[in-house]
């Protein structure tokens, strides 16, 4: 392939369709305008659900192929010979006109232990919410509820002829192509939210390391700066430090003019003070104009060298597709070269400069940022709910306010003083319910607030109140869960214990084996003692071996009391 070929625009059946010019395997890929961001909370999962539907009919072929869904996009794509592209595309088509409903069932269940093993990022909830861009951070709630009515009605809104674009990656289109999909419109963006009230912010979290991430404007010199931040990094904590084993950056294009960079370094837990300095310094340094010539120039032709590679088109050809569907037609190739080759120290320094007011770091438990310029993201809401208050039956000080307009959980700061998360009914993205009529409600801004009617003595009356406030479409039914009785007492201990079996309780049977190992314990002490005392008695031989003997006794009947003892207080 020529490394100078551009992507070529066309259309297959209405559809707008990219081709890229190759050798060898051909490739193709179907990208709709619809992912995560574009559900709710209540019903994530759904474009996921549709796009394991979608492919269930290709079974175990021969050739790859697979789906991805993404914030903004979900991928259907394959690789192999002109015959297999054709039905893989036929195929995906067909099953979105109609999804295989007896897979239901089985392809929730695959969607659950798959949500087992995925790990969450949590910067997306602290900046857009749950809703939107910040879903991505939550689990699959919505899979569990999802009937077959829901999941076609989600296929035939979002999956569509107007709301797709082909991609083909070979020496010409395949003949005989046709991809059926129902009739729709192009859906805009996913709207942009925010749960920051002014940046830059950050949060505590209990994982090591040091992530940030930062909204800019998506051209060039975005990339070249997030390249650039890269290596200064890994220089700073890795090669001169020794703090951090990983660093690394990462850039994504949300396709509507914006991008996000991502940076992360690793800690151990006696390294986390040096790497979030060192983290907070590199950025202090970029941000003071201080670019380093060898990493400018090492990014730029790295980019260069990216652009002109024998598949670099074919590469290309994903991203360009979502680039169309966000309206933005696909950028030339020469162009893209030219804007990379005239980034210099001053566009990596005012990039550097946006990034830091936008930015959101994520910090080690018990760390903050506060002395670099960050402000902590809020934890709590400026204000609680009037109406009927529900205090804590656990002597917590901890109390539920339920009103007419949502919920509030108060409790009380370090200094007395009282604070509150609050969720408004019209801002409930999602409510949990388990069949002990526990309430778990979710506000779109992140604030939770459990309503548990035992421990704050709810009265059934305000529970359904409270339900019947609530739109259904938020409502997740949860399965049992384990849970102890609520019994009435002292409030549970501030600090958690060591390990969780440090605050088990004796049981009754317990504390009756203590008692009676512990009086025969005394009464033997008690003989021995006085046998020791009247040695003068016993001749020095028969003293000597009668007072091993009751002294041995005791400690025999005295060892269960201290392991009774021990066992209840440590695991």
């Given at each position: ?177 046709s991809l059926k999909l129902p009739p729709g419109e192009r859906r805009p963006l996913p709207a942009v939210t925010s749960a920051l009230p002014s ?373």
């Amino acid at each position: 392939m020529n490394p100078q070929a551009d992507i070529l625009l066309t259309d297959v059946d209405g559809i707008p369709t990219l081709f890229a010019h190759t050798t060898g395997p051909m490739r193709a890929g179907l990208v709709f305008r619809v992912g995560v961001a574009d559900e709710t909370l209540a019903r994530t999962g759904v474009t996921h659900l549709v796009e394991h539907l979608a492919l269930h009919r290709q079974g175990l072929a021969a050739h790859d192929y697979n789906g991805t869904t993404k914030d903004a996009f979900t991928h259907f794509y394959t690789e192999g010979d002109e015959a297999q592209i054709l039905a893989y595309l036929h195929g995906v088509c067909a099953s979105l006109a109609d999804l295989p409903m007896e897979r239901l069932a089985t392809e929730k269940e695959i969607l659950r232990t798959e949500e087992s093993r995925r790990d969450r990022p949590q910067l997306p909830l602290w900046r857009y919410g749950a809703q939107g861009y910040g879903l991505s951070s939550y689990p699959e709630w919505g899979v569990p509820v999802l009937g077959p009515d829901d999941v076609r009605h989600w296929a035939q809104t979002w999956f569509t002829q107007g709301n797709a674009v082909l991609w083909v990656a070979g020496e010409r289109i395949p003949a005989g192509l046709s991809l059926k999909l129902p009739p729709g419109e192009r859906r805009p963006l996913p709207a942009v939210t925010s749960a920051l009230p002014s940046t830059p912010a950050y949060f505590s979290d209990g994982k090591g390391g040091v992530l940030l991430d930062a909204v800019v404007a998506d051209t060039a010199a975005a990339r070249v700066y997030a390249g650039v931040l890269e290596r200064a990094l890994t220089r700073a904590l890795r090669q001169e430090g020794g703090y951090s084993y990983a660093t690394a950056t990462d850039y994504a294009s949300r396709r509507d003019g914006h991008a996000v960079i991502a940076a992360f370094a690793d800690a151990l837990p006696d390294r986390q003070d040096a790497v979030l300095g060192g983290f907070v310094d590199v950025l202090a340094a970029l941000q003071a104009g201080r670019v380093d010539g060898g990493d400018l120039e090492a990014v730029r032709g790295r980019a260069d060298s990216a652009l002109t590679a024998p598949d670099a088109a074919v590469r290309r050809l994903a991203g360009a597709a979502e680039d169309l569907l966000a309206g933005r037609p696909p950028v030339p190739l020469e162009q893209q070269r030219a804007e990379f080759r005239a980034v210099t120290d001053q566009h990596v320094h005012a990039v550097a400069l946006e990034a830091a007011g936008t930015a959101l770091l994520q910090v080690p438990a018990g760390h903050s940022a506060d002395w670099a310029g960050y402000t902590a993201a809020p934890t709590t809401s400026p204000y609680a709910v009037t109406g009927r208050r529900f205090t804590a039956r656990d002597d917590s000080g901890c109390a539920l306010v339920i009103g007419a307009d949502g919920v509030s959980f108060v409790g009380r700061k370090a200094d007395g003083t009282e604070s509150a998360a609050t969720v408004l009914h019209r801002a409930c993205a999602a409510v949990l319910t388990w069949p002990d009529g526990g309430r778990r409600l979710i506000g779109t801004d992140g604030m939770t607030v459990d309503v548990d009617p035992e421990r704050y003595g709810i009265d059934a009356r305000t529970m359904a109140t409270l339900d019947a406030a609530l739109p259904p479409a938020v409502v997740v039914p949860q399965p049992p869960r384990e849970r102890r009785p609520f019994t009435p007492g002292p409030p549970p201990h501030t600090h958690a214990p060591a390990h969780p079996a440090a605050t088990r309780r004796r049981t009754t049977g317990q504390t009756v084996a203590l008692v009676l190992w512990g009086v025969l314990a005394v009464l033997l002490a008690f003989v021995a003692l006085s046998v020791t005392v009247a040695r003068s008695e016993f001749g020095p031989g028969e003293w000597v071996v009668l007072m091993v003997i009751l002294w041995g006794i005791t400690a025999l009947c005295a060892w269960p009391a201290i392991g009774i003892l021990r066992g209840t207080r440590r695991a």
